[in-house]
């Protein structure tokens, strides 16, 4: 019987889930290292939805000592999203407080209790800033197992509000990426500006990079469009392509 690659990995998604990385992992608190390991893994708690990195116990050089009780996730099948903290564990384990350089991250550390994972201790993707080799790492690690494809595009695309139209191209770019929607990038020549207005929303990506937002020029608060201005360097084609929420506006293909 043949298997479903993506059906198969969300299975595992209750599970306690860890990839080994031979990638040289450190992490800085205040510019202090508070860890430096190259055994280092890739690791989910059950239902997490992004990773975040554990390394063996001879690789924290930062100080471990006992934090507050940790809180337990949400109960439920459901997924825990990026917007759930660090601090909601769904697998056992012993919270930590982390300190180097004069600086404390309250419960930013967890100590595993699985014994495949003996020894090992789960940092948070952002209350450090991290380094793999000596690239910075946003948000949270990259999932291995995650890819995003960018490619240039003929489709006609046309968006609208309540019959305004806010762009309209036939040269876009379509982004696929592991587990989402596809999404229209569109060129911000090909974007009506008058109708849109920035706002101070500022989101990050691991593969991307940093988003800016707008929303619509006196319409009800809440964005309806995104752009990496500077992207990652795995995303530079996107530099400055407009992202809506199809949600929020009217998308058609013409």
């Excluded at 990026?82 to 919270?95: D, Q, V």
């Excluded at 209350?127 to 949270?140: I, M, N, P, T, Y």
């Excluded at 019959?163 to 982004?175: C, F, H, I, K």
Aim: proline share 9%.
């Amino acid at each position: 019987m043949a298997t479903k690659i993506s059906a198969s990995l969300k299975a595992l998604s209750g599970e306690l889930r860890y990839e080994p990385t031979t990638k040289h992992i450190r992490a800085l608190l205040g510019g202090v290292p508070v860890l430096d390991s190259r055994r280092a893994v890739i690791m989910w708690e059950p239902r997490r939805m992004v990773p975040c990195y554990a390394v063996p116990a001879d690789g924290v050089v930062g100080v471990l000592s006992p934090a507050s009780p940790p809180e337990a996730a949400p109960p439920g099948t459901h997924a825990l999203h990026p917007g759930i903290p660090f601090s909601r564990h769904s697998t056992p384990g012993t919270a930590l407080d982390v300190s180097a350089g004069g600086q404390t991250a309250a419960g930013a550390a967890f100590r595993l209790d699985d014994p495949d994972l003996e020894g090992y201790v789960a940092f948070d993707p952002v209350a450090f800033d991290w380094l793999e080799e000596d690239d910075a790492v946003q948000s949270h690690p990259r999932d291995p197992f995650h890819r995003v494809d960018i490619r240039h595009s003929s489709r006609h695309v046309r968006v609208t509000v309540e019959g305004e139209v806010l762009a309209e191209s036939t040269t876009p770019l379509m982004v696929f990426e592991t587990g989402m929607a596809e999404q229209i990038y569109l060129p911000s020549t090909d974007v009506n500006w008058e109708a849109l207005v920035p706002t101070d929303s500022v989101t990050l990506c691991p593969y991307k990079g940093s988003a800016s937002y707008w929303r619509l020029a006196g319409g009800p608060e809440g964005d309806v469009a995104w752009s990496y201005q500077t992207p990652l360097p795995l995303a530079t084609e996107i530099a400055g392509y407009v992202c809506f929420y199809g949600n929020l506006v009217d998308i058609v293909e013409l």
